[in-house]
């Protein structure tokens, strides 16, 4: 039963992160950055209906696959510097990672150059990590429950008795503690 509430609740995790990189995905494509040798421009919605070269699209898709590594490797070390072990120079060290990453005005070759020291193969540990969770999806079943035509339902019931009994109760009530032997009152 353990396991099984495990295997439960790394579906939940697990779901909850490919939601979460959907919507960043969606949010890239929304709003898509092209860039060139010499210039950066964000391509609104409207623009791209009206341009129709296959070139730009291959570089949007490039760029958002980047835009996913970039994601992914942000991620990656903030879970290493939420990590129990960490000494305070890798600390330092995780946070200036995640500083020029998340600069929109680092240079593309820098981020790339970053990404690769601090999480290595990133692309090979992004595919990796989704087959995870795509195994752990699919092998996590959850139990179908038949529709129960008799149930019980528990509820407060509402007090009987009256505040008036309750404090009468309350007022009567001693320690009835045993007397000291010898005669002495210690207690008075």
């Known amino acids: 039963m353990c396991k099984r509430a495990i295997n439960i609740a790394l579906h ?6 490919l939601w979460q990189m959907k919507l960043h995905q969606e949010k890239l494509a929304r709003n898509r950055i092209v860039t060139n040798k010499f210039t950066t421009k964000i391509d609104t919605p409207s623009e791209r209906a009206c341009d129709f070269r296959s070139n730009e699209e291959e570089a949007t898709d490039n760029n958002s696959t980047f835009e996913d590594e970039l994601y992914w490797c942000q991620r990656h070390l903030e879970e290493k510097l939420h990590a129990k072990r960490v000494s305070p120079r890798e600390a330092q060290s995780i946070l200036k990672s995640l500083k020029l990453l998340s600069n929109s005005k680092t240079p593309f070759v820098k981020k790339r150059q970053v990404m690769r020291l601090t999480c290595g193969d990133y692309r ?3 595919q990796k990590q989704t087959k995870e969770i795509q195994h752990l999806i699919h092998d996590s079943e959850l139990d179908h429950v038949e529709n129960i035509s008799s149930g019980r339902a528990l509820r407060k019931a509402a007090s009987s008795s009256t505040s008036n009994e309750i404090e009468s109760h309350a007022a009567t009530f001693m320690f009835n503690f045993p007397e000291p032997e010898g005669g002495q009152d210690i207690f008075k």
């Open 124 to 126: 090979q540990a992004m």
């Open 12 to 17: 939940i995790q697990n779901s909850i992160w």
